[in-house]
């Protein structure tokens, strides 16, 4: 496989994938940020209760 075949096959991949949004129905943006927050805030809050010792 050479670059140039390589290159053009990712193009029309783009291309292709650009009709179906890459978003499904079912998914809120808020809810997944804010699920990713609260995750983020409990791994802090656990790292935060292993390392008293400083």
Request: hydrophobic share 35%; glycine share 12%; net charge negative.
């Amino acid at each position: 496989m050479s670059l140039t075949s390589t290159a053009q096959q990712l193009v029309t991949l783009a291309s292709e994938g650009g009709e179906h949004g890459g978003n499904h129905e079912s998914l809120s943006p808020y809810l997944t940020g804010g699920g990713a927050f609260v995750t983020l805030l409990l791994l802090l809050w656990i790292t935060t209760r292993f390392n008293r010792d400083r």
